[in-house]
Structure formats: C-alpha cells, structure tokens
C-alpha cells in the first residue's frame, strides 16, 4: 500500500496525557491516546474500532481541538495545526466537523432547527436573511422534508436528530467529518438509512470521513481503511479488506470473532478473557499480553511497534513478526 | 448484528470462515415521505395559564402579588390618606393610638397617622426594596457565576473562594454591619442587601454552568467555532433561565425580610417613612392597648412573604414540565 | 483520604484569612474616628492625637494590618472602644453560653418539629395532616422571626404568664423555650418540606419496593433505609445552621432581651465600637466556617458513595 499523494490528513504519533490528582500531591498522567499514527485521504473513509477506554473518542476531540494534544503532530493539508490558535484555529475549525453519539444531547434543545443550522451558518459567514434557502438546500440534502425546520429538537426522533447534525455539520462545507459513534444510539433500521445518507453525502461532496465505531460490521460497510485501537494505541491498521477478512493482531481477531451473524449458531467462540485495562495504569510492554492468548515472553517487556507484513496492513505484535522471516525495519509503512 | 446493514454493490462479501458475514444487496429504502411526528408545540405562556386554572392555591398568590404591585405602584391615588401626617383626631385624649372606625379603617398609630395609608404605602417600599435588590443581586451573581463556571482555572478558584469568604458572614449581620458603615436609608438598604445576597446566585449559577459546559451542544458549538462569548448567551444562559427566576422569586422574599428586619432595628428605611418593619417596631410597646399596630403589618408581610414563596413554587412546577417536554 | 481531609483543612484556614482580611478592611470603613471615641468628646486635638498613637492608628494600613493579625494569633481581638476598659474577647466570651444554649435550642426545635411532621406528612400524601403540617410549615417559612417573638411574648408570656418576659435566669432552659422556638421555627418549616419531598421520593424508589417485597414491617424499613437517605441533607444543613446560629441571631436577642453574642454584635453596631464590631462579626464568620467544615467531614462517615470519591 502505498500513501498517495492527497493524504489530507496525516496523524504522527498522536499522545493526549491527561493528569489525574491521586492522593495529597501526587499525580499520575492518564495516557489517554500514546502514539498513534494515521492517514486519511481526501474523500475516503477511515475507521477506528474499538472498546472502551481505547482513546477513540479522544482522539476524535483532539482533532477538533476540544482537547489540546500533549504530543506528536496533526498535519491537515500540510499545514500542522496541533498547536492553533485564534483566527488560524477558526478557519482550521471549518474544514474539521463532527457529528456525535448522542442525538439527545448534540442540539440545543432549546433552539430550533432552522436556528441550529443557522448558526453553523453565521460561522460559515452567510447573512441572516440568507439562511432560510441555505437551510432548506440543507435538509434536502440530507432528506429531511422542509417543515422541519420550524421543529425543535424534542420533536424529532433519534434518527431525525441526527439528520439535523449532519445537516449543520455539512453546513460549513467541511472536509472531512468526525463520526463519533454517529450511529450507535440509533435504532438498527434507522442506522441503516444513516449509513446510506453519508455514503451519498460523501460520493457527491467528497467529503471524508473519520469513522468512530466499535461494531466492525458498520466499519466493513463504512471505511475504506481501518485502524483498531487498544488502550490509546494503534494495533492494525489497514485496509478494512485486509484487517477485517484477514486479521493479524490477536486482539484484532478477538473482536471479529466477536461479531455474532447470521449463519453462526451455537456459542460464539470467544476468546478473550477479562476486560480492557485502565489507561492510568496499562500493562507493561504491549497492553494486551494478559489477554493473549498468543503472548509469549517478550510481549511482557517490549512494546511492539507498529510495522507494515509485507503486502499488507501494518501491526503491532511481536508474535506476528516472529512467525514470518521476513520483516521490515521498524517505522512507518511506505 | 445489524442485519439491516444494506450492502453497496463494490463489496462483495466473501464468503471465508470466521469472517463477517453480509447479505448481499439489501437495500432498505429511505423512509422519506413520511412526515415527522410532530409533538406539540412546547408554549410556556399556555402551560403557565392552564396549571394556574387547576391550582387554586398558586391561583391566589399570584393574583395577591399582582395586587400588591398594583397598590404598591398607585399607592398615592389608593391611600386615603398621606401616611406621614399626623392627624388631631388621631389620638385619644390621652395621647393613645385610636382604633379602626370609620375615619382611620385599620385606626392610627402613636403619631396618630393613618395605619391604612402607611400600610400602603409600605408595601411600596417593600416591593421596590425586594425587586431592585434582588435585580441587582442577580445580576452581579449570575455575571461572576457565569464567569467563574466557564472559564474555569484559577478566575474560578479566585472568585469562588471570595464569594465563600462572603457567604461566612450570617447575611442578617453583615448587612447591619454594612449599614453601620453606609449609614441608614432606603437606597443604602438595597446596595446592602444586593451585596449580600449575590452570593447564593454565584454559586448556584456556577455549579450549573460546570454542568452546562459538558453537554454535547456546547462542544459542538464550540466545534463549529462558535466564539465563547455567544455560547455563553446563546447556549448557556437561556439554560440557566429556570434557575435565575426561581431563585430571583426567592430573592425577593428574602429581601422584604431582610429589609423588615433592618427598619425593626431602626437601620433601615428610616422614620417617619413608612415600612412594615418600622411600623412592627413602632408598635412595639403599644402591645395590649393598640394591637393593631402589630397585627396588620404582621399580616401585610406574611401574606406577601407567602405569597412569594408560593408563586415560586409553581413556577418552579412550570419550568420543570417544559424544559421536561422540551427534552432536557 | 487524608488527602482530601488535610486539602479541606487547608481550605478551611484560607478563607478564615479571608474572612479575617475582610474583617479588617471593614473595620476601616466604619466613618468614625477610633481615637475621638476613645478619648471622649471632650478631649482636645493634643489628647486625641496622643491617643491615636497609642492605638497606633498613625501607622500605615500596612503595618496596622500585620500587628492586627499578630494580635488574633494570641487570641486577642483588641479592647473595646465604649466599654471602659474591657477586652473583646472578654465580652464575647462572656456572651458565648447563653448565644450558644439559644443556638442548641433552636437546632433542636428543628429536628424536633421538622423530621417527624415531615415523616408524616410523606407517609399520608394529601392527608388532613399532610396539609396542616404544610400549611404550618408555610406559615413558619414566611412569618417574620421578630413579629411571630412578638406575638409569642404578648400571648404566652404577657397575656399568660406561661414563661418569662424576656432576659435569662434562673432555670435558663425556660426562659430559653420561646426564643429557641422562635428561633427554630423557620428552619424546621423548611425541613419539613424537605423531609416530606426527599422522603416521597425514596419511598417510591425501587430498592425500597424490593425490601417491601421481601416482608420487611413497614417501620423497619422506616429506620433503617429510608431515613438515611432522607435525613442526609437536613444533616449538612442543621449543621450549617447551627453555624449561623452562633454567629448571634440579632434580632431574637434583642426581642428576648437575652446577652448573647448578637446583642453585643448590635450594640457594638449602633455605638460604632469599631474593635467590638470586628471582633463579633469575625467570630460569627469563623463559626460558620468552621461547622462547614466539619459537616463536610461528617458527610464523608455518613454517605458512603461520599467516602469513597474522597478516598479515590
């Protein structure tokens, strides 16, 4: 695989550490997001699986700049942006939108449609008197009929809600929109019409998208490339081809294996033992190894890299690597 | 799993083990033509006017606050008489208060000044104290609340622990001290009053603002590059607005307290104006003899202390159906 | 958890610097002029100036500022202006029992027909009694403290001598009863109702429902769940009471005639005895501080959910 030229996007080594009081002056850093690297190109897809506590939403905020990153560097069209401020941040702010879980909570309830969107609308510079034909080009786009826009949030449902979002998430032209988990409090019929709206949105703007899920199967039909997150780390990364239908990481594998459908019956055969471990306090070496069921020793001690197998997607396990001879150095794959 | 999941054409699912498994070319059309489901719409005015209708208690303590403004605003066209004159008949031979009949309806006071009139015109003062104050205190609380809550970080250490360091002093006896400082009059009470009494609304208004500023529209706003100072009216304050009025009815009830209190201890309204509490103070020694004195003055300030505890409490009823039915 | 207990102790000793610092910036605003009322109206300019140096008063606010707080660390507040010769701590001392038996007074009139009117009042909804209790509690929440002391002294005490007109003596609890009540009423109106409100609500609550199931005699479930959870906010807020309370509740003090710390708060008001003044409003305030920190730790014993975020 090799990176084209219009990576619009490019994520080097990403780290959010957050400080946590602990006791009478102490304090430990909660490392929240700890190296983490990606790309997303113009008008593609990426997704980011996985559980909680794996940093993918707060990777999601430090794009937006909610969360101010304690590391690494934040490329968006070639210029850096990790540290903006003031008028650069605004304009940055524009062309980085997101739609969030939470259809309840993500609109003002005390404003009405045609307010919310009208407000991503001031921002964007358009007059006021202005907004009414914007704002109905808008919820066209985005199949909401027109006599919505009178409504305030109350009266509309989960999946209608979220129409608004993507509405006044597209309202300001950007390009590229978060979804942090856009889908998950959606009820599945209701998803699956989301879905297909953003992938219309996406095949007539161009927009990418940066796909927050923890359901692989959203992913498989979403992203064209997929990174799977464990406790602030990247694990694999790919293309959801080769991560999804041909997994490395075990934990990558775990989480497939995971997925219930429609043919298997019986018990699913799950392989992993306990639960996601707290970011303030990871295991050592790679933060898996007390789940593996492959560890070995040097799991223990080392923390793996993330490194390109050859012809395919990039991991980060020392088991991978030592049952295949031939390996590349270690660094980002070309 | 989400078998609805409908499956673009370009990817073909293969069909390997212990792989997800998707069913080809499933398209679930897109509900379009049909209408939203349209609730009412949420009207504060019409619910306000309907839970009145069925609440006869709330029912007549708003209509007794719209009362005492009335007689509070036209105060000298409904008093019979001027409260500060001092009438020949007003006393008995032997210098004692007269009471009710027909001239002084609720009889007169050692001064042999109409107890009516005075009552009147006290309810003026009362009201006026109550609202300026208490305007006053809200705005000042809810600004450095509101300050103190968003920002954050050390401004909201500073201003917090100052407001602590004000909220110490017993309120009764910080603003007697205050006006020992100022001085007694009408003006100087409110001052003292709204500078005590801000506090309350600081702390209240910054822990909602705390909560406030967590909530996904904010973030999103702020995604969008909304600047802070918009967030702030448009997004933050229209939530605080319950609380304001709760606390703001609240406020004014203290208030005519606090001021009752000051003119009882002579430091407030000053003599011969005519307040409730100074008229309660007045009335004092004459105990057995002239019991009016104390009982319609008494009566004036319960009534209206009531009341506006009362009318809070449906507004507070109000305001927590609709923002209920707005969906939080 | 010692963590949190020495950071809220901490906490607690800066704002009674604050509460200090502002006590003596207030000092300062009086409009009288300290050395004049020490020396009298008599006095020429040559004594008046000699007195304000010895008083100190010719140094910078600075250096006034410094020996004010050296002087409070020895637990001297300074000596009075108008009474002759005699210390603040002195008289605030003196006037402490009898503040202090008022204050326990009250805190117990509180609880005594707060708590259990509002048991009753959440266990018959709607009743007559629910109603009475409101009514009552509305009545307490909105009568002014000096006219309801009035009216119990005219009724109880003038018109029949059940208790003593006013002033203390001798058994102090009887002359104590109706300005205790007086003093208490108010709050245990606001109790009642929020007693009565929290209780409807953990009444109805599911885990309640599941220990009724179980068998569990009504009044079991009474005292050992439902009143924790109900009484916990009356706790932290008798607490802080209580704090108020001590600061001298002027007004009751003065109708009742009784020697409390508030009585001379006012006094000192009213003669601008700038040292006196200081002193008592700077000791309400430590009160009030103090006792919140102290219901802040006792919150962390009775709510567990409390111990353990503070324990972290």
Redesign the interface.
């Known amino acids: 695989m090799s990176k084209t030229a219009t990576s619009l996007l490019e994520v080097r080594d990403l780290a959010v550490h957050f400080r946590v009081r602990?006791?009478?002056a102490a304090s430990r850093a909660v490392k929240a997001v700890d190296g983490v690297s990606f790309d997303l190109m113009a008008g593609h897809t990426l997704g980011i699986a996985g559980e909680s506590g794996s940093g993918k939403s707060t990777v999601a905020r430090t794009l937006v700049r909610i969360v101010r990153p304690t590391g690494g560097t934040i490329a968006f069209d070639g210029a850096e942006v990790a540290n903006l401020r003031g008028q650069p941040l605004k304009r940055y702010r524009r062309r980085m939108q997101m739609i969030y879980q939470d259809p309840y909570d993500s609109l003002d309830p005390r404003m009405s449609v045609l307010e919310v969107i009208g407000e991503a609308l001031t921002v964007r510079g358009l007059p006021k008197n202005q907004h009414t034909g914007e704002v109905e080009r808008l919820l066209g786009r985005v199949n909401l009929p027109v006599s919505v826009a009178t409504r305030f949030p109350g009266q509309l449902s989960g999946g209608q809600r979220q129409r608004v979002s993507i509405a006044r998430a597209l309202a300001v032209n950007p390009e590229i929109i978060i979804c942090d988990e856009a889908v998950a409090a959606l009820d599945v019929s209701i998803r699956a019409q989301i879905l297909n709206l953003l992938k219309d949105i996406q095949r007539d703007t161009g927009v990418g998208y940066l796909f927050i899920s923890h359901d692989l199967s959203t992913l498989r039909f979403m992203a064209h490339r997929v990174a799977i997150m464990y406790v602030g780390r990247v694990v694999e990364y790919g293309t959801s081809e080769e991560v999804l239908t041909n997994p490395l990481h075990p934990y990558t594998k775990a989480l497939i294996a995971a997925v219930p459908s429609v043919t298997s019956r019986g018990r699913l055969r799950l392989k992993l033992r306990g639960e996601p471990p707290d970011p303030g306090d990871p295991p050592s070496g790679c933060p898996f190894h007390p789940r593996c069921p492959e560890a070995i020793d040097e799991c223990r001690r080392v923390r793996p890299d993330l490194v390109a197998v050859p012809g395919g997607q990039s991991v980060a396990c020392h088991v991978v690597f030592r049952s295949r001879p031939s390996v590349q150095a270690p660094g980002w794959p070309a | 799993m989400p078998c609805g999941v409908p499956f673009a054409p370009e990817r073909a699912s293969p069909r390997v083990a212990g792989v997800i498994n998707l069913p080809e070319n499933e398209i679930v059309p897109d509900l379009v033509g049909i209408e939203p489901v349209v609730l009412s719409q949420p009207n504060f005015w019409s619910r306000a006017g309907k839970s009145l209708l069925h609440d006869p208690v709330a029912l007549c303590s708003v209509l007794f606050i719209l009362l005492l403004v009335v007689v509070a605003v036209f105060a000298p066209w409904i008093a019979p008489y001027n409260p500060l004159r001092e009438f020949a008949n007003g006393l008995s031979e032997v210098g004692a208060p007269v009471a009710p009949n027909s001239h002084f309806l609720l009889g007169t006071d050692e001064a042999g000044r109409d107890v009516l009139s005075r009552l009147i015109f006290g309810a003026r003062v009362s009201l006026l104290v109550g609202v300026v104050a208490t305007a006053l205190a809200s705005t000042i609380g809810v600004l450095i609340g509101a300050v103190a809550g968003y920002v954050g970080g050390v401004t909201e250490s500073v201003l917090m622990?100052?407001t602590?360091?004000?909220?110490?002093?017993?309120i009764?006896?910080?603003c007697?001290?205050l006006?020992?400082?100022t001085?007694p009059s009408t003006r100087n009470v409110v001052l003292v009053i709204a500078f005590a009494y801000w506090t309350y609304l600081a702390r209240v208004v910054r822990g909602q603002v705390l909560s406030l500023k967590e909530r996904e529209f904010v973030t999103a706003a702020r995604t969008l590059g909304v600047g802070h100072f918009k967030i702030i009216f448009k997004h933050v304050m229209p939530h605080l607005m319950p609380t304001i009025i709760v606390y703001g009815t609240l406020g004014v009830?203290t208030s005519i307290?606090i001021e009752?209190?000051l003119s009882?201890?002579g430091?407030g309204v000053p003599l011969p104006q005519a307040s409730w509490?100074g008229m309660?103070s007045e009335g004092?020694q004459y105990?057995?003899t002239a019991?009016w004195l104390?009982i319609a003055?008494?009566v004036a300030?319960?009534?209206t202390?009531?009341s506006i505890?009362?009318a809070g409490d449906w507004l507070t009823d109000v305001l927590d159906a609709t923002r209920r039915e707005i969906g939080r | 958890m010692?963590?949190w207990l020495?950071?809220r102790f901490l906490q607690m000793l800066?704002?009674v610097f604050?509460?200090v610092s502002?006590a003596f910036v207030?000092a300062f605003?009086?409009?009288a002029n300290p050395a004049r009322m020490v020396a009298g109206p008599q006095a020429s300019p040559v004594a008046v100036a000699s007195i304000a140096r010895q008083l100190g008063l010719d140094r910078s606010v600075w250096s006034q500022y410094l020996s004010f707080l050296a002087r409070l660390a020895h637990g001297n507040l300074g000596v009075s202006f108008v009474l002759e010769g005699r210390t603040v701590a002195s008289e605030i001392w003196g006037a402490l029992p009898y503040t202090a038996f008022l204050a326990l007074g009250g805190v117990i009139w509180e609880i005594v027909l707060g708590v259990p009117t509002g048991i009753i009042a959440a266990y018959r909804p709607r009743s007559l009694i629910d109603r009475a209790t409101t009514l009552g509690a509305?009545?307490g929440?909105?009568?002014?403290?000096?006219?309801l002391g009035?009216?119990l002294i005219?009724f109880l005490a003038?018109k029949v001598s059940l208790f003593p007109l006013n002033g203390v003596g001798h058994p102090l609890i009887w002359y104590m009863v109706l300005p205790s009540f007086t003093l208490g009423v108010g709050g245990a109106a606001f109790y009642s109702r929020m007693v009565r409100t929290t209780m409807l609500q953990v009444l109805r609550s599911p885990f309640i429902e599941f220990v009724r199931l179980k068998g569990m005699p009504e009044r079991t479930i009474l005292f050992r769940h439902v009143l924790r959870h109900a009484l916990t906010p009356v706790v932290t807020m008798l607490g802080m009471d209580l704090g108020?309370f001590l600061?001298?509740?002027?007004?009751i003090e003065?109708i009742f005639g009784i020697p409390g710390v508030?009585q001379l708060?006012?006094n000192s008001?009213?003669t601008?005895d700038i040292p006196m003044?200081t002193g008592?409003?700077l000791v309400?305030?430590?009160f009030?501080?103090v006792m919140?920190f102290i219901v802040d730790v006792t919150y962390t014993f009775i709510d567990p959910r409390v111990r353990l975020s503070r324990a972290?």
């Open positions: 602990k006791g009478l | 622990r100052f602590d360091m004000v909220l110490s002093f017993p009764l006896l910080f007697v001290a006006i020992a400082v001085g009830a307290l009752a209190s009882f201890l430091i509490g309660i004092q105990f057995q019991p104390l003055p008494g300030l319960i009534l202390v009531l505890n009362l | 010692i963590g020495v950071r800066l704002v604050g509460v502002l207030f605003l009086v409009p509305l009545f929440l909105s009568a002014p403290p000096f006219w009035l009216m005219y003038y108020y600061g001298g509740v002027l007004i003065s508030g708060a006012y008001i009213s601008l003044i008592t409003v309400a305030a430590v009030m501080v919140s972290k």
